[in-house]
């Protein structure tokens, strides 16, 4: 690559340009839930558009694949209701687990991935690959997951469903603001807190500023991520979101008054790691890899257990619930970590003091994933199907490694448990912490709308608070997407302010100034990251958060002003990293606010060390006010009411509103 | 023996080369350009050439420019080296790693 310094940047430069379009529902963010709410919106007879910073084919999370299509209970073969689904998962997170989103999801689910067949996905068996296995229906073909006696989780060829996703959207009509990066919500007159009538962006190729007229507006863009943990030279092959996936929509939303909760649940975890090996690349026995047989360097088989502590003598006991048990939301886990959540829904895993009897000579580290000894069926659906069409495993996992010449039916993959490693992923690194890169995580408070407090602002995907998943996106997309033209057919296009934006505009263009002292975005990050390691990690008190509060406004008054960008992409990383200083503010800040320790959201005040009391069993939200106060409110656990008599005639609503066709396209002003 | 310049050059960001490509089969379309969601290439100026991987540090291995490549073998990843995984084969104990 000598001689890049003399390349010249390869598209045309529109600094100071400014493009305006008009549309009734403007979508930020074209990943699964961006592409399903317009879809959705679309056939809702909506004019619709998307602004997506990378590019629609592939972009977003799930862009590259989805194996599992989870919590289906609406499927035929589910012997699980929706609202058992989603009580289990809400009381399996101790009540931290959004109940509107997750009824959405359970009683959509397989809704959802009939429209996903019919635009051509692989949802079924059609070429009997998997005949005669024991989580095959032969009557449907779907094939199962997990728990094979309930059901309610289906294995999909979903590797390529984006692109199909996207080619809807464009048979549709839906105009694509591709590789254009929003950065902020208008809002009518400009008056803060008020309905929302707009958004800017910025074009990551040419730099022009991009000035959206909408009536609605649906944030579908994902998690901040690289809040604790940021390497510049390695974004990391375990990454699940990509670099792009910083919280733009939260950055914005929560600058004009937004409601957010359980922004203040952050998590020791390796999943944000720049240094771990390939998510699914290694061996292990969890999601991807259940039920997989793991075994020690003598090729020793470590047990299995059920949640009673039984060891199972067969693959397929792995795969059933335990006596006295229902059904079982998900089982595998690492060794060396028991699986959080209720033992009356933990399903098989490996022993849990594997640890212990290794260091007394039972077992001998290496440890390695075998699949060489389990049934076909078994070893053909882990590597083949699942890692082939889960994200990021194509490509990374099954080709590379079987160009390097793995063999399933031969090779043993080796785990890194107990090599300073956590089973799939491990630690290397210290302060490995993350708020979005792993579960469910805070985000934005709506109502059965999935509309925040700020009228015509919805949320969808992962950045609804509590909420995720592939299946979770694509559910509440396709909700989000219906209920948003609903609400656009019954309101005109607000007045945007002329102050508002051209202020918008000046701050997104500041960091091309250059200026001696300059520093780049990686280094912003890196600073950000380390305030946040050291003042709201671990251990977390008044004086710490003070700390992390004044450091993080001191980065703000200072090195923001000097960050310095050289063309439009280095543009777009230095407003991604801003974002990422606001969302470890409103991280901050819900710290400051929940005064009490909590195991559940793995939260610990040194100077509130009681666990959990129950006064603090409710969701703290926090709300920016127009003073650049904070405003700290609350709701109850299980604040969203009853699940079906709020799903089910919004529901109706829907898809009678989706049946209907007809509007025109967007329009580009000029 | 005839003199030549030696370059002064800052040291390349690690790992340097996440994704290979192997001009003789790549055809300079540009679809990796298009599609890469980390938006890492840029075309190469160059016309014919295959593109050039402008941020090599921001690539997240996702694959897709390999994936929707229309020439097969045009386009491969390379794994960070501290990222490459190892696996035993069973019936003879020998030791291998992603290449």
Redesign the interface.
């Known amino acids: 690559?000598?001689g890049?310094g003399t390349?010249?940047?390869?598209y045309p430069i529109r600094y100071e340009q400014e493009d305006t379009y008009e549309t009734d529902v403007l979508i930020l963010g074209g990943g699964i839930a961006g592409v399903w709410a317009a879809i959705a919106a679309r056939r809702a007879g909506a004019r619709v558009t998307i602004m997506e910073k990378?590019?629609t084919?592939?972009?977003?999370a799930g862009?590259?694949g989805v194996d599992h299509w989870g919590y289906a209970a609406d499927n035929p073969c589910s012997r699980i209701t929706p609202a058992e689904m989603t009580s289990a998962l809400v009381e399996n997170h101790f009540g931290y687990r959004n109940g509107i989103s997750t009824y959405i999801h359970a009683s959509s689910a397989y809704e959802t991935l009939l429209e996903m067949e019919a635009m051509g996905g692989k949802v079924r068996d059609t070429e009997d690959e998997f005949k005669g296995a024991p989580f095959c229906d032969d009557q449907t073909k779907l094939l199962f997951a997990y728990d094979y006696d309930n059901r309610y989780c289906i294995r999909v060829w979903g590797?390529n469903f984006k692109?199909l996703l996207r080619r809807r959207c464009k048979r549709l009509g839906v105009e694509f603001l591709d590789?254009t990066s929003a950065t902020a919500l208008l809002t009518d007159d400009g008056a803060y807190g008020a309905r929302v009538v707009g958004a800017t962006g910025i074009n990551?190729h040419t730099g022009a500023f991009v000035v959206v007229r909408a009536k609605a507006v649906i944030l579908a863009t994902n998690r901040p991520q690289r809040i604790f943990t940021f390497s510049?030279?390695?974004?990391?092959?375990?990454?699940h979101r990509?670099?792009?996936n910083v919280g733009n929509g939260y950055a914005m939303a929560w600058r004009i008054g937004a409601e957010f909760t359980l922004m203040e649940k952050t998590i020791r975890s390796p999943y944000a790691s720049p240094?771990?090996?390939?998510s699914y690349?290694?061996?292990n026995a969890i999601n991807t890899w259940y039920p997989s047989t793991i075994v020690d360097a003598r090729?020793k088989e470590v047990p299995w257990v059920d949640c009673n502590g039984r060891v199972l003598s067969t693959v397929d006991e792995r795969c059933r619930p335990a006596a006295g048990q229902k059904f079982f939301l998900m089982g595998g886990g690492n060794s060396s970590q028991p699986h959080p959540g209720l033992k009356q829904y933990a399903g098989p895993k490996l022993i849990t003091d594997l640890e212990p009897r290794m260091m007394k000579g039972e077992f001998t580290p290496p440890f390695?994933a075998?699949l060489?000894g389990m049934p076909w069926y078994e070893r053909k659906a882990i590597w083949g199907l699942m890692v082939g069409q889960e994200?990021?495993t194509?490509?990374?996992i099954l080709?590379?490694?079987e160009?390097?010449?793995?063999d399933p039916a031969?090779?043993?993959?080796?785990t890194y448990d107990f090599l300073r490693g956590q089973g799939m992923r491990e630690f290397v690194a210290p302060q490995e912490r993350t708020f979005g890169e792993m579960g469910v995580a805070g985000g934005l408070l709506t109502d059965w709308d999935l509309m925040s407090n700020i009228p015509g602002l919805f949320g969808a995907g992962d950045l609804l608070f509590a909420s995720q998943d592939h299946v979770n996106a694509a559910t509440t997309g396709r909700y989000a997407g219906a209920r948003a033209a609903l609400y656009a057919r019954g309101t005109d296009h607000g007045k945007l302010d002329s102050g508002q934006i051209g202020r918008e505009k000046k701050r997104v263009l500041a960091p091309l100034a250059e200026a001696s002292d300059s520093i780049d975005w990686k280094e912003l990050n890196n600073g950000v990251a380390r305030v946040m390691q050291n003042y709201c990690a671990e251990l977390k008190n008044e004086e710490l958060l003070k700390l992390a509060e004044t450091w993080l406004a001191d980065i703000e008054q200072n090195e923001v002003r000097r960050v310095s960008a050289g063309n439009p992409?280095q543009l777009?990383?230095t407003l991604d990293v801003i974002d990422i200083l606001t969302c470890a503010k409103m991280i901050v800040q819900a710290s400051k606010a929940r005064k009490a320790s909590s195991d559940v959201l793995s939260f610990s005040r040194l100077d509130y060390p009681e666990n959990d009391p129950p006064e603090w069993h409710k969701y703290v939200v926090i709300r920016h006010d127009d003073n650049g106060g904070v405003q700290v409110t609350s709701r109850p656990l299980g604040f969203w009411g009853d699940y079906e008599k709020n799903y089910g005639p919004r529901h109706a609503e829907n898809i009678a509103a989706m049946q209907g066709t007809g509007a025109t396209a967007a329009t580009h002003i000029r | 023996m005839e003199s030549s310049v030696l370059r002064a050059e800052p040291n390349r960001p690690t790992p340097g080369r996440p994704i290979i490509f192997n001009p003789s089969i790549c055809n300079a379309c540009n679809t990796c350009v298009t599609v890469c969601p980390e938006d890492v290439f840029i075309p190469s100026p160059v016309k014919g050439e295959s593109p050039i991987v402008l941020y090599p540090e921001e690539c997240w291995y996702c694959g897709v420019c390999v994936d929707d490549c229309n020439r097969p073998g045009a386009i491969r990843l390379s794994h960070p080296l501290q990222q490459r995984a190892r696996w035993k084969r069973k019936a003879t104990g020998e030791h291998f790693r992603v290449k």
Do not use: I
């Open positions: 690559m000598s890049r390349l010249v940047w390869p990378a590019d084919r592939r972009s977003g862009g590259t590797a692109p590789r990551c510049s030279e390695h974004r990391g092959t375990a990454a990509g670099g792009s240094y771990s090996y390939p690349g290694t061996g090729n390695y075998d060489t994200g990021k194509r490509v990374p080709q590379t490694y160009a390097s010449g793995f031969k090779d043993m993959l080796q992409h777009m990383r």
